[in-house]
Nanobody, 127 residues
Framework: QVRLAETGGGSVQARGSLRLTCAAS????????MGWFRQTPGKEREGVAA???????SYGDPVKGRFTISADNLKKIVYLDLDSAKVEDTAMYYC?????????????????????WGQGTQVTVSS
């Protein structure tokens, strides 16, 4: 069983920056891939970014060039740096993981793909 704990959510002004952190604990494979989804009320969960155990990354189109995912692979901690934040980035952000991913984009292609989910952390971007 893998447990995911997110920290770092909060409020930021538009064009500002924020870092989210997710730490995995429990029994997990070295090939664990991790990433982030987000959701706003009334909308489906949207894949944001993912990183595999080799450091390969993938991003959803709305955040490409603005968000950066990185990881401490030994400690299984993943970071999401939100830069140039936009009001439309306001959402609940969920850390996700799967024991292995052939490609990182598969983890965030659909909410059905992750095996593990965190409780979520709220990000609010104000204009």
């Amino acid at each position: 069983q893998v447990r995911l704990a997110e920290t770092g959510g909060g409020s930021v002004q538009a064009r500002g920056s924020l870092r989210l952190t997710c730490a995995a604990s429990g029994n997990f494979a070295n090939t664990l891939c991790m990433g982030w989804f987000r959701q706003t009320p009334g909308k489906e969960r949207e894949g944001v970014a993912a990183i595999d155990s080799d450091g390969n990354t993938s991003y959803g189109d709305p955040v490409k060039g603005r968000f950066t995912i990185s990881a401490d692979n030994l400690k299984k901690i993943v970071y999401l740096d939100l830069d140039s934040a936009k009001v439309e980035d306001t959402a609940m952000y969920y850390c996700v993981a799967r024991d292995q991913c052939p490609y990182p984009w598969l983890l965030i292609a659909t909410p059905l793909n992750p095996s593990y989910w965190g409780q979520g952390t709220q990000v609010t971007v104000s204009s």
